[in-house]
């Protein structure tokens, strides 16, 4: 949808800037003029969400490096430091580590989003794409700033994680040498692992704008799937429709996010992280962050080292070939009542998996993981059948006529159109 | 104009091609040589530096006061390590059981020393991903086969370090050892 720009510069000196460096132009015809359907919902202000959280990171991140001392001797206390001695620090640790919380629900929201809505189907399987590269991206740095403190969740979930790559035949325990920068997580391995943790959130800013720029170029999905036809009947301007409803999410979001900074900062923690890290007592029960706990369950599902390295590798790089997997024209679920059944299924798939990668590796649980990690996988297999015979319900014409017929006959007058309501759109 | 065209191919081609594919073989060759010069470097200071691998020079561990029955743990390159005086009953489990039906065969002979079969001696690590079994300090849960237990995965070993259930896939590793005296060994 990149269209031609709208933009007119008012100022002598907008005109001077934009024969020399259009940015202005950009800023605008990204953020203001730019057309999204005039149908989106809730789920659309995720996005917007999710670029607040990665500056939130970012910048109280930095705050912390200014405090945090990543040698092995004293990380741990330098973290206490942190909660006890410099001012406001105890809010700059528990906003970033909430804020990763708070990072994977938006994402996790954002995905299903997506699954949803059919959002990875031709045209925009690069963006889809890009978005599993920050997916993978974000568990990196995650699982890399939750060694920093150097708590035995830390140590031991190092531990166990890049044991991971010990399943790879021949170059394995190599590579795991190379990555610890010795014989076990060490000191060395604290210091890589903070330099990177630095590091890979400024990549994740740059993928997002390669998403951001693929999401412009092929324009926004919307609940019905059908593409925007009319530009001036089914889209409004960004700004003001979409910005006031995004900020509006957003303090909504911020209203949840500061209630667990607040009211329960450690919940989504894990108390043994409070031990300081003993490289000779493993914790009886080690369990990973929230948000890796459905891939941990696919990992231990299954009885062989490689074989649960692969599965739980699949589980993640399978969403990426989602594009060619899913045999369906039709976009969104709401038209597909068999696919959706499924895909309700899949949710619950996930959470179960979320729950069985908490508890203790024995039994039922066994048990219980192998056959909800043969659903999560049967669940892509499902959606290349189901493609192949299901009767799509009828889709709306266009966009326009979806929302005038869910108005019931509502005078469609009432509806601002992209071209009337963007000259002066601050009245 | 199509002629002066046609001449200028004709005529200045051939010469300036060889020169510039020369140019560019010799700066691709020098390319492929200097990113290699750099990617060495960049990799190679990923492994263990001169520190690391010096802490890890061979220690020395006095066994008398390991009564039958009991274990220890070492630590030797930042890495745990098993000392167990077995009893009997370990012993003689460890040797009953049929070799070939193990996951990772090996006799219980070909890991202990030679006249020294009460002694074993493991990395504290587990096979699997890495954690520390329990089974070694008294009290501690030794899993179904009188030897170790991994918390974080259930894996089984036996009173050899055997894996015999769970995830793992290998044996207790074996550290290079040797006995300087009767009673005294040197790991590294
Ligand atoms: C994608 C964005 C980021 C995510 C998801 C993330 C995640 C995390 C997590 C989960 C922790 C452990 C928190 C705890 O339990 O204490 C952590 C710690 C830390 N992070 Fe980040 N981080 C991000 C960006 C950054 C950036 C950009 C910096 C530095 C410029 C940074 C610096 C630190 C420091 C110094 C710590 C250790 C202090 C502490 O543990 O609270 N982070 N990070
Ligand atoms: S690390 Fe021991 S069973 Fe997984």
């Given at each position: 949808?990149?269209?031609?720009?709208?933009?007119?510069?008012?100022?002598?000196?907008?005109?001077?800037?934009?024969?020399?460096?259009?940015?202005?132009?950009?800023?605008?015809?990204?953020?203001?003029?730019?057309?999204?359907?005039?149908?989106?919902?809730?789920?659309?202000?995720?996005?917007?969400?999710?670029?607040?959280?990665?500056?939130?990171?970012?910048?109280?991140?930095?705050?912390?490096?200014?405090?945090?001392?990543?040698?092995?001797?004293?990380?741990?206390?330098?973290?206490?430091?942190?909660?006890?001695?410099?001012?406001?620090?105890?809010?700059?640790?528990?906003?970033?580590?909430?804020?990763?919380?708070?990072?994977?629900?938006?994402?996790?929201?954002?995905?299903f989003?997506?699954l949803y809505?059919?959002?990875?189907?031709?045209?925009?399987?690069?963006?889809?794409?890009?978005?599993?590269?920050?997916?993978?991206?974000?568990?990196?740095?995650?699982?890399?700033?939750?060694?920093?403190?150097?708590?035995?969740?830390?140590?031991?979930?190092?531990?166990?994680?890049?044991?991971?790559?010990?399943?790879?035949?021949?170059?394995?325990?190599?590579?795991?040498?190379?990555?610890?920068?010795?014989?076990?997580?060490?000191?060395?391995?604290?210091?890589?692992?903070?330099?990177?943790?630095?590091?890979?959130?400024?990549?994740?800013?740059?993928?997002?704008?390669?998403?951001?720029?693929?999401?412009?170029?092929?324009?926004?999905?919307?609940?019905?799937?059908?593409?925007?036809?009319?530009?001036?009947?089914?889209?409004?301007?960004?700004?003001?429709?979409?910005?006031?409803?995004?900020?509006?999410?957003?303090?909504?979001?911020?209203?949840?996010?500061?209630?667990?900074?607040?009211?329960?900062?450690?919940?989504?923690?894990?108390?043994?992280?409070?031990?300081?890290?003993?490289?000779?007592?493993?914790?009886?029960?080690?369990?990973?962050?929230?948000?890796?706990?459905?891939?941990?369950?696919?990992?231990?599902?299954?009885?062989?080292?490689?074989?649960?390295?692969?599965?739980?590798?699949?589980?993640?790089?399978?969403?990426?070939?989602?594009?060619?997997?899913?045999?369906?024209?039709?976009?969104?679920?709401?038209?597909?009542?068999?696919?959706?059944?499924?895909f309700w299924m899949f949710v619950v798939v996930c959470i179960g998996?979320?729950?069985?990668?908490?508890?203790?590796?024995?039994?039922?649980?066994?048990?219980?993981?192998?056959?909800?990690?043969?659903?999560?996988?049967?669940f892509?297999?499902?959606?290349?059948?189901?493609?192949?015979?299901?009767?799509?319900?009828?889709?709306?014409?266009?966009?326009?006529?979806?929302?005038?017929?869910?108005?019931?006959?509502?005078?469609?007058?009432?509806?601002?159109?992209?071209?009337?309501?963007?000259?002066?759109?601050?009245? | 104009?199509?002629?002066?065209?046609?001449?200028?191919?004709?005529?200045?081609?051939?010469?300036?091609?060889?020169?510039?594919?020369?140019?560019?073989?010799?700066?691709?060759?020098?390319?492929?040589?200097?990113?290699?010069?750099?990617?060495?470097?960049?990799?190679?200071?990923?492994?263990?530096?001169?520190?690391?691998?010096?802490?890890?020079?061979?220690?020395?561990?006095?066994?008398?006061?390991?009564?039958?029955?009991?274990?220890?743990?070492?630590?030797?390159?930042?890495?745990?390590?098993?000392?167990?005086?077995?009893?009997?009953?370990?012993?003689?489990?460890?040797?009953?059981?049929?070799?070939?039906?193990?996951?990772?065969?090996?006799?219980?002979?070909?890991?202990?020393?030679?006249?020294?079969?009460?002694?074993?001696?493991?990395?504290?690590?587990?096979?699997?991903?890495?954690?520390?079994?329990?089974?070694?300090?008294?009290?501690?849960?030794?899993?179904?086969?009188?030897?170790?237990?991994?918390?974080?995965?259930?894996?089984?070993?036996?009173?050899?370090?055997?894996?015999?259930?769970?995830?793992?896939?290998?044996?207790?590793?074996?550290?290079?050892?040797?006995?300087?005296?009767?009673?005294?060994?040197?790991?590294?």
């Open positions: 949808m990149s269209g031609h720009s709208s933009y007119t510069p008012r100022t002598g000196i907008e005109r001077w800037l934009d024969a020399r460096l259009p940015i202005i132009r950009l800023g605008h015809d990204a953020a203001v003029s730019y057309p999204v359907p005039r149908n989106l919902n809730y789920f659309w202000t995720f996005g917007g969400i999710l670029m607040f959280m990665l500056v939130a990171q970012i910048v109280t991140g930095i705050v912390l490096a200014m405090h945090y001392t990543p040698m092995s001797s004293v990380a741990f206390s330098s973290v206490e430091h942190i909660m006890r001695d410099v001012n406001y620090g105890w809010l700059m640790r528990y906003l970033h580590a909430n804020g990763a919380s708070m990072f994977f629900i938006a994402v996790y929201i954002h995905i989003r997506g809505y059919g959002s990875y189907k031709a045209p925009r399987e690069v963006l889809w794409i890009l978005g599993v590269v920050i997916f993978l991206l974000m568990m990196a740095t995650a699982f890399m700033g939750y060694v920093l403190p150097w708590g035995q969740m830390s140590f031991w979930g190092a531990t166990v994680i890049t044991n991971l790559f010990s399943a790879l035949p021949l170059i394995g325990e190599t590579i795991v040498t190379f990555l610890w920068g010795g014989y076990s997580v060490d000191n060395p391995t604290l210091n890589r692992f903070f330099s990177l943790h630095y590091l890979l959130p400024f990549m994740i800013f740059g993928v997002v704008i390669l998403h951001v720029w693929a999401l412009h170029h092929v324009g926004q999905n919307n609940p019905t799937g059908v593409e925007v036809k009319n530009v001036a009947k089914d889209t409004v301007p960004f700004t003001p429709y979409a910005t006031i409803k995004d900020l509006f999410a957003m303090v909504c979001f911020i209203f949840v996010f500061s209630w667990f900074v607040f009211y329960m900062p450690n919940f989504m923690g894990h108390a043994d992280n409070y031990i300081p890290a003993n490289p000779a007592v493993t914790p009886l029960h080690i369990v990973p962050e929230w948000y890796f706990l459905p891939f941990y369950a696919i990992l231990r599902a299954v009885p062989d080292k490689l074989g649960g390295v692969l599965a739980m590798g699949g589980a993640i790089v399978v969403l990426a070939f989602l594009p060619w997997i899913d045999s369906s024209k039709v976009r969104s679920m709401t038209y597909r009542p068999i696919a959706r059944q499924f998996l979320g729950w069985l990668g908490a508890k203790p590796a024995e039994g039922g649980y066994v048990i219980a993981s192998q056959i909800l990690t043969t659903l999560y996988f049967g892509f297999v499902a959606l290349f059948v189901i493609g192949l015979f299901e009767r799509p319900k009828a889709l709306p014409t266009s966009i326009a006529d979806s929302v005038l017929g869910a108005m019931k006959g509502g005078s469609g007058a009432r509806l601002a159109t992209a071209t009337a309501a963007e000259p002066n759109a601050k009245g | 104009m199509a002629q002066t065209t046609h001449t200028t191919t004709h005529g200045a081609t051939p010469p300036e091609g060889t020169r510039r594919d020369f140019l560019m073989l010799a700066t691709g060759a020098a390319g492929v040589v200097g990113l290699g010069a750099v990617v060495v470097p960049l990799v190679s200071q990923l492994a263990p530096d001169a520190q690391t691998v010096a802490a890890g020079a061979p220690i020395d561990f006095d066994l008398t006061p390991v009564a039958e029955g009991q274990g220890v743990k070492l630590v030797w390159r930042g890495q745990i390590i098993f000392v167990r005086h077995r009893t009997k009953k370990e012993i003689d489990e460890a040797r009953a059981v049929n070799v070939a039906s193990l996951r990772d065969p090996q006799a219980d002979q070909a890991r202990v020393k030679q006249g020294h079969e009460q002694y074993l001696v493991l990395y504290g690590k587990c096979t699997h991903l890495g954690c520390i079994p329990s089974g070694t300090a008294a009290g501690e849960p030794k899993g179904e086969f009188d030897g170790w237990y991994c918390p974080c995965h259930g894996s089984h070993y036996d009173s050899s370090g055997r894996i015999r259930k769970g995830p793992a896939p290998l044996n207790l590793g074996l550290p290079p050892y040797a006995f300087t005296s009767d009673t005294k060994i040197r790991i590294g």
